[in-house]
């Protein structure tokens, strides 16, 4: 398969008893144990559910070895509609194929899975995080956490393409206020930046709305606003050869992953003179938050990770502009570089 990239493991899972067919993937462990969350999808084919598999697992390699966390990549996914099928008994059994490899790979919560679900894979094994957390401690919803590495991550941003280190006034437009985009906008208003928000959801954006000075656009809008910043914070693969010439904003800052519907769109970005800040950088406040909770930290440590995301962000855009090559190429080969040096 095309997605294939010399994984360590991929491992099918099937429990009679409650109908679970999962999928894990260990990209690698080079930097420690596989670390990324479970997703629930109805992948219309058990192709489809390997190759993302395959491909999200290799990302969290990425992103992990970026945030400097001493994990390595991996993935699952769940085949089945997350509305219909979930229950209790069936995160059990995930839990018991999670455990089934003694720790060289750790779950946590992603798009279809929540912190109640970790808590019904934690009663079959400890390889887990993104569970509750008690005040102080590192943990919790991950959302939020994301949100603020966004938010330090368009700062740097703006200071290097825009000259400005204040958000004051700025044209912010931020697709998706869901989990992450909501406390984005936040973030963002207590900065002065004028808001520009769109979501299929209505009740999300009036929520927005009426909390901060932020004006609604239509969703098919939202991509080509004449804004400073664009903050992809819904869908991934919205940077494509349609949306982007019809891109207006100066840098592309957000937290959905993987925005570029391909690699070559960071190409079409560079030549637009848009700076695209790579996604898996600048969107790893979440793992960092699962990552500590892991190990027992505190919140204190969280936010002190968090707060080196803009500078690692900054050194990717130098080097591009040095080399005269995209950012996303630069993060890619930055990435591989750190697992390398682990294994040679
Ligand atoms: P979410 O589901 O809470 O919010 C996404 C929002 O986007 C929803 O309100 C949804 O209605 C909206 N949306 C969907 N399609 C849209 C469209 N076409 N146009 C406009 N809005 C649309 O998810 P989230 O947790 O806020 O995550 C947002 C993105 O960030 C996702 O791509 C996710 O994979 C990524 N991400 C999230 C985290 C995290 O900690 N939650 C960490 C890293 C990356």
């Known amino acids: 398969m095309r997605e294939f990239d010399g994984h360590e493991l991929v491992l099918f899972g099937h429990d009679a008893g409650t109908g679970l067919r999962a999928i894990i993937a260990i990209h690698s462990t080079a930097l420690g144990p596989a670390a990324g969350g479970c997703r629930v999808w109805p992948y219309a084919t058990t192709a489809e559910a390997v190759a993302d598999v395959l491909r999200l697992s290799r990302g969290m390699s990425y992103k992990n070895a970026m945030a400097e966390l001493p994990f390595g990549g991996g993935k699952a996914v769940i085949l089945g509609d997350s509305h219909r ?48 957390a008690a005040p102080g401690e590192a943990g919790g919803d991950p959302g939020p956490k994301t949100a603020l590495g966004v938010y330090l991550g368009i700062r740097a941003a703006v200071e290097f393409r825009l000259g400005r280190k204040e958000l004051q006034g700025l044209r912010v437009a931020v697709q998706g206020v869901g989990g992450v985009g909501h406390h984005l906008c936040g973030l963002l208003a207590a900065d002065g930046a004028e808001l520009f928000v769109a979501d299929v959801q209505q009740a999300a954006v009036q929520k927005v709305c009426e909390k901060y000075p932020a004006r609604p656009v239509a969703v098919d809008e939202v991509l080509s606003l004449e804004v400073d910043v664009l903050a992809p914070c819904a869908l991934g693969g919205i940077l494509d050869a349609r949306s982007i010439p019809r891109l207006r904003a100066r840098i592309v800052a957000g937290a959905a992953n993987n925005q570029l519907a391909q690699g ?9 003179e848009v700076l695209y800040a790579p996604d898996y950088v600048i969107n790893a406040g979440g793992i960092i938050s699962v990552s500590r909770e892991y190990h027992g930290g505190s919140e204190a440590q969280v936010i002190a990770d968090i707060q080196r995301i803009p500078a690692r962000l900054t050194e990717i855009f130098e080097r591009a502009r040095r080399e005269n090559r995209t950012t996303n190429a630069v993060a890619d080969q930055m990435a591989r570089e750190r697992l390398a040096r682990r294994t040679a």
Request: glycine share 12%; net charge negative.
């Open 85 to 132: 099928m979930k229950n209790a008994r069936l995160f059990e059994a995930f839990g018991r194929l999670v455990d089934s490899l003694g720790g060289r790979y750790i779950t946590a919560e992603d798009v279809g899975t929540t912190t109640q679900d970790m808590a019904d894979v934690a009663r079959a094994t400890r390889y887990v995080s993104g569970l509750g």
């Open 264 to 272: 070559e769109d960071g190409t079409a970005l560079q030549q637009a």
